[in-house]
């Protein structure tokens, strides 16, 4: 094998030709190897190329010595180091140093989250979005002492859809796992849903609102149960009295 290696290398063509294929087609098979078998590789080619064994253009041993480097960063800093000894042609090897224990430390320092020196209570989202809605909880709890009142309930946590998506349009469907009702009063004995609310006021006029809520009805109405809607006047200055009356007319 020695004696046919020296007669191709006396061949100056022909093994420059040779070494060139080997070089292209290393090149494209270690792009397509997993990290840890590219570095090997890349390392016991760039050996072979000091000791003679192959001859490797200058802008070959770039492209090798970058991919390999590359490959043995992914795996580890000691690794990088270890393989940057071997690169005589990529500056980012060669220039490589492994980060040192004090300069990883003030980079966590630096990235990691500080924690508030105070509680910030002002972040804080509260349940009820306007004094509406807390005055209906009120009512709600006047008139239900007993039962279990749970505002903001996904329609999702109501109903099966596999039951139900078979009586919706699509447009429906995709709404139902956004879908809120404002408040559903549960039985405290068997914990199912007894009745149901949405609180309305002006901002349920606009074309927006009215078709989320035909959607809702819409699911409400296919269960055949019903979804109770209730409006107070925009100038009553009693809201609690007022639902509360609404919400006893309603399940009178």
């Known amino acids: 094998m020695k004696t046919e290696q020296v007669v191709l290398k006396n061949n100056g063509v022909e093994w420059a030709q040779i070494s060139a294929l080997l070089e292209s087609e290393f090149i494209k098979y270690a792009q397509n190897e997993k990290d840890v078998l590219v570095?090997?590789?890349?390392?016991?080619?760039?050996?072979?190329?000091?000791?003679g064994?192959?001859?490797?253009?200058?802008?070959?041993?770039?492209?090798i010595e970058s991919i390999g480097f590359e490959a043995s960063l992914a795996q580890s800093e000691s690794e990088a180091k270890n393989f940057s000894r071997l690169c005589s042609?990529?500056?980012?090897?060669?220039?490589?140093?492994?980060?040192?224990?004090?300069?990883?430390?003030?980079l966590t320092s630096r990235?990691?989250?500080?924690?508030?020196?105070?509680?910030?209570?002002?972040?804080?989202v509260p349940?009820?979005?306007?004094?509406?809605e807390r005055a209906f909880n009120q009512a709600l709890?006047?008139?239900?002492p007993n039962f279990f009142i749970y505002p903001n309930v996904a329609v999702s946590n109501l109903f099966d859809f596999e039951e139900i998506k078979g009586q919706l349009a699509t447009g429906e469907r995709d709404y139902f796992f956004k879908a809120i009702i404002d408040f559903v009063?549960?039985?405290?004995?068997?914990?199912?849903?007894k009745f149901?609310?949405?609180?309305d006021s002006v901002y349920h006029d606009t074309a927006e609102a009215t078709i989320r809520d035909n959607k809702k009805n819409k699911f409400f109405d296919v269960a055949g149960i019903t979804l109770h809607r209730v409006r107070l006047r925009s100038d009553t200055l009693t809201q609690k009295h007022d639902f509360i009356r609404e919400i006893r007319n309603i399940i009178a």
């Open 196 to 199: 149901f609310f949405e609180v």
């Open 185 to 193: 009063i549960y039985d405290p004995v068997d914990y199912t849903p």
């Open 127 to 132: 349940l009820f979005k306007s004094e509406q």
């Open 89 to 106: 042609h990529n500056e980012a090897a060669m220039n490589y140093k492994v980060p040192s224990v004090k300069s990883k430390e003030s």
């Open 53 to 63: 064994y192959i001859g490797v253009s200058n802008e070959g041993l770039k492209q």
């Open 39 to 51: 570095s090997a590789l890349c390392s016991d080619y760039l050996k072979l190329q000091v000791s």
């Open 111 to 124: 990235t990691a989250p500080q924690k508030a020196k105070f509680a910030r209570t002002d972040w804080l």
């Open 141 to 144: 709890k006047e008139v239900f």
